[in-house]
């Protein structure tokens, strides 16, 4: 079946520093892809998305883009802030039945 | 302000008293869902609808009910609650499926003892 694999946390970095996240997925078809962020405490935010292949998503500087050769969806942020420790899901929809695929999620805490 | 809103968010209960969580919606959403949350099992799907009086098992019904009489309400039901069930519970709506991202209530945090 349909999953998505994400890179292990916890993620730690420096204020302003370089952040990657790794997603890659297995989907039959041509899914839709998503990073969600959840902040302590909260619900799932929508944080950026992409519905086909070399769409790129983009969002309070984070992006990402969607890869169909490699079947990735890495999430890219050029300089983090303490205010983006939060966990990162990447996931994906396709229209069998709508359900939302989630990786497993990453950490992120950034450091002043 | 458009919004997923669950109730309660917090909740303590004994083994075999039946609950229910509400969800509401006020995007004019067809499709909603129910998801829950453990730490290494990550998100998974109990239910869906999309429609009214259109539902769905997702990968991890039972011990669980729904309801879709309204198009904005979408209860999940405990009709005998056990300790597994003990979880964080997101309610999510969309417009429809495959490119529309699903919005996320702030979650109900449920203890079974």
């Known amino acids: 079946g349909d999953s998505v694999t994400q890179m292990e946390g916890p993620v730690t970095l420096s204020e302003e520093a370089f952040l990657t996240i790794n997603c890659t997925y297995t989907?039959?078809?041509?899914?839709?892809l998503f990073w969600y962020v959840q902040y302590p405490g909260e619900g799932l935010q929508l944080l950026l998305k992409?519905?086909?292949?070399?769409d790129k998503g983009s969002n309070k500087g984070f992006e990402a883009t969607y890869r169909k050769e490699t079947t990735s969806f890495h999430l890219e942020k050029g300089s983090v802030q303490v205010s983006d420790s939060a966990v990162y899901f990447c996931a994906l929809r396709n229209n069998q039945g709508g359900k939302l695929i989630f990786g497993q999620g990453t950490e992120l805490s950034v450091k002043p | 302000e458009a919004q997923v809103t669950q109730n309660p968010r917090y909740l303590i209960t004994v083994t075999g008293k039946k609950l229910t969580v509400t969800c509401s919606q006020n995007?004019?959403?067809?499709?909603m869902s129910w998801y829950r949350q453990d730490p290494g099992l990550g998100l998974r799907q109990i239910y869906y609808s999309m429609n009214v009086e259109v539902t769905d098992k997702g990968d991890v019904p039972e011990g669980y009910k729904v309801s879709r009489k309204e198009k904005r309400n979408f209860p999940l039901i405990l009709e005998s609650p056990s300790p597994n069930q003990t979880s964080l519970y997101f309610c999510?709506?969309?417009f429809g499926q495959g490119g529309s991202p699903l919005h996320f209530g702030n979650g109900t945090r449920l203890t079974v003892t």
């Open positions: 989907a039959t078809g041509y899914p839709s």
């Open positions: 995007m004019n959403h067809e499709y």
């Open positions: 992409a519905t086909k292949a070399d």
């Open positions: 999510a709506s969309s």
